[in-house]
């Protein structure tokens, strides 16, 4: 299953420079990132030199996808899936997904940023595994806002090692929504499909992966 952890927080809390140093210290531990950030403006320029997408490609992402209210910066309207269905249709090759927003995001583990708030997110969204800030809080996993590599190994340990276990390496979308599948479905899926494509004659010495995308013509 792909990780995903996304980093939530009031406005001018310091996500974006948090986050942005959490992905540069997991490149260099070695791991492929994507990150998806979420805002609330519209109109926006894609990596101006400054902007928050700039400052994530600099960090070392592999890849970045901004998502605004009325598009997202791949050419394409924004179709309103969530956080999970964006990560699995976009970025399947990555190791993990770091994401900035989605504080309503399901079954989604988030780290809330935060600095002189009194109004703690953890207490109003689910999913809540860890907090940075300078201020006194309690609780478990609580992190000060300059120990991004700090973060990055928690993350690390908890989401990236021993990944070869229990990773899905059969990915199902329907109507760009992830349906879980237990490992027995997942190979009878991955089997019947390749020995589909191994009987078009190709050849299977050069197959890595395979990709599908079937659309169900509708009912008269």
Do not use: C
Not at 195 to 215: A, M, Q, W
């Amino acid at each position: 299953m792909l990780p995903i952890v996304t980093f939530i927080g009031w406005h001018d809390s310091g996500k974006t420079t948090l986050a942005s140093q959490v992905v540069r210290h997991l490149k260099q531990l070695g791991y492929r990132v994507a990150v998806i950030k979420s805002t609330k403006e519209t109109g926006i320029v894609f990596d101006t030199p400054g902007s928050d997408t700039d400052t994530h490609r600099k960090a070392g992402a592999d890849s970045v996808l901004l998502v605004a209210p009325d598009q997202i910066v791949m050419m394409t309207d924004n179709s309103g899936y969530s956080l999970t269905t964006l990560a699995y249709r976009y970025f399947p090759e990555v190791d993990i997904v770091i994401g900035e927003g989605f504080k309503e995001a399901r079954q989604v583990a988030k780290i809330e940023v935060f600095r002189n708030s009194k109004e703690l997110l953890r207490d109003q969204v689910s999913g809540v595994i860890a907090v940075a800030t300078n201020e006194k809080i309690s609780g478990d996993y609580i992190f000060r806002l300059n120990e991004a590599a700090e973060i990055a190994s928690f993350i690390e340990k908890r989401f990236l090692q021993d990944t070869g276990n229990g990773t899905d390496h059969t990915t199902l979308l329907v109507n760009g929504s992830r349906v879980p599948m237990k490992d027995f479905v997942q190979d009878a899926l991955a089997g019947s499909i390749t020995g589909f494509v191994e009987s078009l004659k190709v050849n299977s010495g050069d197959i890595k992966e395979i990709e599908i995308r079937i659309t169900v013509p509708k009912k008269r």
